[in-house]
């Protein structure tokens, strides 16, 4: 049998959840043995020009999502993943629910943008605009299930190694995570 | 005619970015743009919380040094309440953002940097990662994956969790350590130092025999900023501010790094969501400053514990005024942080005030501003609040760390660019360097699975009028 392949990006989030997947810490050696990983947790490229070929987020059978969706990068990036991979899991509350990144929600784009940018700048005041690498805020943070079909929720800021080693090695094992108490945590 | 080479996605820095080259028409490279691409906002969000709720908050902010905003952030809080925290929680703060500093540390060296130094800049693509680090030497992977963990597991044994631990607290910190764990503190300390060691000796021979690496990345004249006590020793968590030049002349020092903003300006620009901080008395952009493991190593005159004492000796021979200039050095600075930081758990593990003394104290809104301080595992982290009297943030303004080093990171870009890209010539090996530049000053990224398998990276060259010119994909 070959090696299932795994997948994980970044959206608008802190890292904590790849951290977290970090402290699997010798499980890591153990998961090498059965996975290969495909992606850079950063693949948040933006297609510069329509090339078909171009295909550098490769088929997988598990994509881990953590972040929520922020930017017009995120909404390409995921449509992407969705298309090549088997199972989609938000990953984290911010994947979950928006979590902290939706606070953003209370203000609109631009008061953000000008607080940190003008209000709060010393030089050369203005909003970054180079639109050839600046990707666009959206209107309203939402959470990836939002943007695509999500096949498991794991919940968590971040959720524990633990969970994530259930869950990886039920899908490993072919089986379905199946949740319980133990699993869940909330903040 | 001007072209334009996008690198993208940076890979393993901790945020999301790009980098554009721009080749004159002999394809040697004219500038090059380091462009962060990713807000959040938490400057204007955080408005209308309460000062006690940021250290949750600003935690948030990143996953690989929560433990720092989660201090600085209870810093700005006692600065607002006015108070002085008790000596039980100063050397419990300093023992968690040790702890972070230890698994953030060795994340960054041994998770992430590791494979381009094992197993080459040039090596494939598809194979530079910690994984074809376990494959091709198992004993040095696993013991930087037990190095993090040992800092990550002190940070839970406090905080009860390992990342984003609702610990620190305006007026101190909720828990004090349990005394069933400091001897299993103890126990794993020496393996901790032996594998500190074995990266430390490593890094030696490699610049040994490295000499153009060293030379061509990042290498050039700056200032430094960062904490130190009141004697010129190290400390990452309650000291003042103090900045030298390149030559090791004291420019400014005793500083209350609290009125960091009489400074420190921030430059916003078109192409970046990372602003550029600058030192003001200089002005923008020549008041470049860097900040992080090098700056605080060269800024200082000990490190106050004997191994990482011995190491800095070491280390500021490398230059005649013993000033290092190269940021490939951070590498080495890191290393040397996490021995000062492991002599530092020993000693504090086994003082009795952690044990037995008031970790907390309480207290309203004193004053109507706060600033707190403290070094992030990347330099210099400024939490600054504005409260009305019932304690409501009313602005916000953060300085993170790895923002300090926004100019000395697009200067070292453009020093590698030009030093490896000829007549437009580009290939892979080439922009990894590139990437790797930005990584030595941290390239505290979101996970292994970047090092894992392949790194997509698409570089366009667009001509001056934006026309594509030339499509490179590197899988």
């Not at chain 1, 030089?123 to 695509?148: A, F, G």
């Not at chain 2, 190095?147 to 828990?175: C, N, S, T, Y």
């Not at chain 2, 103890?186 to 890094?203: H, S, W």
């Not at chain 2, 990584?439 to 060259?461: N, Y």
Request: aromatic share 10%; with cysteine.
């Amino acid at each position: 049998m070959g090696k299932i392949r795994i997948g994980t990006v970044w959206l608008g989030g802190c890292s904590g959840c790849h951290m977290s997947f970090l402290d699997l810490d010798e499980r890591l050696l153990e998961l090498a043995q059965y996975a290969e990983f495909m992606s850079s947790p950063i693949t948040d490229w933006k297609l510069h020009t329509p090339i078909k070929e171009y295909q550098d987020y490769p088929e997988v059978d598990i994509t881990l999502v953590e972040g929520a969706v922020v930017n017009t990068d995120n909404v390409e990036v995921l449509k992407i993943v969705r298309e090549r991979s088997k199972l989609v899991i938000a990953f984290g509350d911010c994947a979950v629910s928006g979590n902290v990144p939706a606070y953003r929600n209370l203000f609109g784009v631009d008061d953000v943008l000008n607080a940190v940018y003008l209000e709060k700048a010393s030089y050369n005041q203005q909003v970054p605009s180079d639109k050839t690498v600046i990707p666009k805020l959206l209107n309203k943070v939402v959470p990836i299930s939002h943007v695509v079909k999500v096949d498991y929720f794991i919940t968590g800021c971040p959720p524990s190694a633990d969970t994530i080693w259930y869950t990886i090695k039920c899908l490993l094992e072919g089986r379905q995570p199946k949740f319980t108490e133990e699993h869940y945590r909330y903040g | 005619m001007v072209k334009r080479i996008i690198v993208d996605p940076v890979t393993r820095i901790e945020g999301h970015a790009k980098i554009s080259i721009y080749l004159d028409d002999n394809g040697n490279v004219e500038d090059v743009h380091f462009h962060v691409t990713e807000v959040r906002g938490f400057e204007k969000f955080c408005e209308g919380r309460l000062y006690t709720e940021m250290p949750g908050i600003t935690q948030r902010i990143c996953g690989i040094c929560p433990v720092s905003h989660l201090l600085a952030s209870a810093r700005a809080g006692d600065d607002i309440m006015g108070i002085e925290v008790p000596e039980a929680a100063k050397l419990l703060r300093y023992l968690m953002n040790s702890a972070q500093f230890v698994q953030s540390h060795a994340l960054s060296f041994f998770h992430l940097s590791s494979p381009d130094l094992l197993l080459g800049f040039d090596s494939d693509p598809a194979k530079r990662n910690i994984f074809g680090v376990i494959e091709k030497f198992p004993d040095l992977a696993k013991r930087g994956i037990r190095l993090r963990k040992f800092g990550q597991d002190i940070i839970e044994m406090l905080g009860g969790k390992k990342i984003h631990p609702a610990w620190a607290v305006p007026g101190g910190v909720r828990e004090p350590l349990s005394e069933d764990k400091k001897q299993v503190i103890l126990d794993q300390i020496p393996e901790a130092k032996e594998t500190t060691r074995i990266g430390i000796e490593f890094f030696k021979s490699y610049i040994d025999k490295n000499k153009d690496t060293v030379e061509n990345f990042g290498n050039f004249s700056s200032y430094f900023v960062g904490l130190v006590n009141e004697d010129g020793s190290y400390n990452h968590h309650d000291g003042l501010l103090r900045v030298i030049d390149a030559n090791g002349n004291v420019i400014l020092d005793k500083i209350d790094p609290r009125k960091y903003y009489e400074y420190i300006g921030e430059a916003s620009s078109e192409y970046s969501y990372l602003k550029f901080p600058y030192l003001k008395s200089v002005g923008y952009p020549g008041g470049m400053y860097r900040v992080g493991p090098l700056a605080r190593l060269n800024i200082v005159n000990r490190m106050g514990t004997p191994l990482a004492d011995k190491e800095l000796k070491e280390f500021k021979s490398l230059s005649p005024n013993g000033v290092v200039l190269s940021s490939f050095m951070y590498h080495y600075a890191r290393l040397i942080e996490i021995l000062h930081c492991l002599e530092k758990i020993e000693e504090i593990v086994q003082n009795p005030v952690i044990y037995k003394g008031k970790y907390r104290v309480y207290g309203g809104v004193n004053k109507e501003v706060g600033v707190g301080v403290s070094e992030a595992p990347r330099g210099t982290l400024f939490h600054h609040y504005w409260v009305d009297e019932n304690g409501i943030l009313q602005k916000v303004n953060l300085i993170i760390a790895t923002g300090h080093n926004n100019l000395a990171m697009n200067k070292t870009v453009l020093q590698i660019a030009k030093a490896y890209i000829k007549n437009g010539d580009v290939k892979e090996g080439m922009l990894n360097r590139i990437e790797a530049g930005i990584r030595c000053f941290d390239p505290c990224l979101s996970c292994s699975t970047h090092a894992i398998g392949q790194m997509p990276m698409k570089v366009e060259i667009f001509d001056s009028r934006k026309n594509l010119v030339k499509t490179i994909i590197r899988d």
